[in-house]
């Protein structure tokens, strides 16, 4: 489908992380506006972020500002490209002054998978026995988990997916817990072994999403993105963002989300969790959708009424101090 848009741009330079996962993401979005937009030509031009170079420390030792994004943002306000493509989940819901959030796409499945050894083929999560090492590199994800099942050992695993697999297969962790729609991506759904329900772990903010950052001046460019946006994944995402900013949580601290509409309605659950698991605080709002992001906040101050905010000054304190 061709979408005429008035417009003076002939070449429009996309920006992508180098993984694997991120290239896939970003090549689909080209191919998207390609056929959309067939007279303009859409580059893509990458480059490392340091999420991606620093390997061997926790993500949540290294801090969380644009872990991923801070290099694609510069390339951006530099106008050495024009727009970049994101796991949603990995963008900061604060963007720098003159980027904006352009569109947001059809979103995959959101939730948590767990993916495991041969050995253990048989087991689901909550059949793994005592002491199995989990591998996963995500607050959110340990905190639940922790949570629901104290007698699991859990351990930090890095790098992309193809070395997390190598190394469950080669018998470092007993299973691993990943993104589904990461999987489904790569052509590694038939490694979901599970998926974990959102009763035990609630998915991250914007996870299955793509999100495609733009400079805020780009009005042309804007009404492009449009072209391939889901208003549906876009409204359930901004209320989870706008949850997130206002408990002024960062992309690596142990808060989950799920969403659902129905009509009209936006029904937005939250979780902020201690990263032992012992202190958990969750509940569950319905808003409109057209005040998706008063959802979100509305849900933040309730949890905050809670404990919330004590939970996550205590996480804040303890990653300054390299706990």
């Not at 994800?141 to 997390?164: C, E, I, M, Y």
Request: glycine content about 8%; overall charge negative.
């Amino acid at each position: 489908m061709t979408t005429v848009i008035s417009t003076h741009l002939s070449t429009i330079r996309i920006g992508s992380r180098k993984s694997q996962l991120a290239l896939v993401q970003t090549y689909w979005v080209q191919e998207q506006l390609q056929k959309h937009f067939p007279n303009i030509s859409f580059e893509v031009h990458t480059m490392s972020t340091q999420g991606d170079n620093i390997l061997d420390v926790a993500l949540a030792k290294i801090g969380d500002k644009g872990l991923f994004t801070k290099e694609l943002e510069t390339g951006m306000l530099n106008q050495d490209i024009d727009f970049a493509v994101h796991s949603l989940k990995d963008l900061p819901t604060r963007l720098p002054d003159g980027l904006v959030l352009g569109a947001i796409t059809e979103r995959e499945n959101p939730a948590d998978a767990l993916v495991v050894h041969e050995k253990h083929k048989d087991k689901q999560i909550d059949t793994l026995p005592e002491g199995a090492v989990i591998g996963t590199s995500s607050l959110r994800r340990l905190a639940q988990l922790r949570h629901h099942f104290p007698h699991l050992a859990f351990k930090d695993v890095r790098g992309n997916l193809n070395t997390r697999m190598a190394k469950l297969d080669a018998g470092d962790y007993d299973a691993l817990i990943l993104a589904a729609a990461g999987l489904q991506r790569l052509g590694m759904g038939d490694r979901v072994h599970q998926i974990i329900p959102k009763e035990i772990s609630l998915h991250a903010v914007g996870q299955g999403a793509l999100g495609i950052e733009c400079r805020a001046e780009d009005t042309d460019l804007i009404s492009m993105l449009k072209a391939i946006e889901h208003p549906a994944t876009r409204d359930r995402c901004l209320a989870e963002r706008a949850f997130l900013r206002e408990l002024e949580g960062g992309c690596q601290v142990p808060i989950g989300v799920n969403t659902e509409i129905n009509g009209e309605n936006l029904t937005l659950t939250g979780i902020v969790a201690s990263v032992d698991g012992q202190n958990v605080v969750q509940d569950t709002i319905t808003g409109t959708t057209k005040d998706a992001e008063k959802v979100g906040r509305d849900l933040a101050q309730i949890l905050r009424q809670q404990g919330a905010q004590e939970i996550l000054e205590k996480i804040f304190t303890e990653i300054q101090r390299g706990s």
